[in-house]
């Protein structure tokens, strides 16, 4: 599991994320993953990537989220493949804040892709605007992906655990996460095929034209009334004011109609 090949080191950050290492007695053990089934694509690609025998099943079940839940499942139990793994980084049992980015040389941006397919997300927001977001409770983990994003983006993070969960929540909007995602997510690279074709779209994204500024806001006064009211044209008018004839018309119509009450 050479982590300087894309594809190994996309691979190895999912693990981290999204997969679990247990062990049992007289060297037994499992290196497990689960994901929705209309991902399982990803892990028949995984299972092509190891030289060892493997199995991928798939079962339904209810989940905090929905009753139904299918979900598709890749199990390794290969001692050696175990060890690889956890040599690299994965520990058995809890892993969440002892993760961190691998001692060896890697490939940064197919490693964070990987993360970030399996506990991040790519999107845009109800304004339209990119996203891309990753959710750790690893302070390593968390420190690489705002050094990277950084050093694609220009986009600073002062990284923080939220008060409710103690974790962290990177994200990055605009042209920041366009950049970042443009970058993760290049052609044919291993990935989450959903997550890809958002991600293409982000790429292909361009920032919408600056909105008209709305009606100007003015504050109407006696001395302003008067002039209005007192002015041959309202051209005359707007010119002593310096406001759009729009608004003045309004205000005089409103003083005429009653609407508003009249200067002293």
Known sequence: MDLTVPEYAYMFGFLQADGHLS????QRGR??????AQDIDLLREFQKLTPYNSSITERTRSTNFAETHNAAVWSLCSLEAR?????????????SKTIGP????FSRRDYLRGLIDADGSVGFTSKGFPFVSLTTASDAIASCLRDYARDVSGAERILKRNARDDIYNIFYTGKAAQALTSRLYYPDGLSLGRKQ???DRITNWV???AKKPGPERIEWTSDKDRILLSAPTIDDACAELGHSQNACRARLTKLLDGAVPLPD
């Open 197 to 199: 074709a958002v991600a």
């Open 83 to 95: 060890t690889r793994i956890n040599e690299l980084g994965l520990p058995y049992g809890r892993k």
């Open 23 to 26: 062990q049992q007695s007289r």
């Open 31 to 36: 290196l497990a993953v689960e994901i929705s």
């Open 102 to 105: 691998p001692d060896v040389e």
């Open 207 to 209: 920032r919408p034209p």
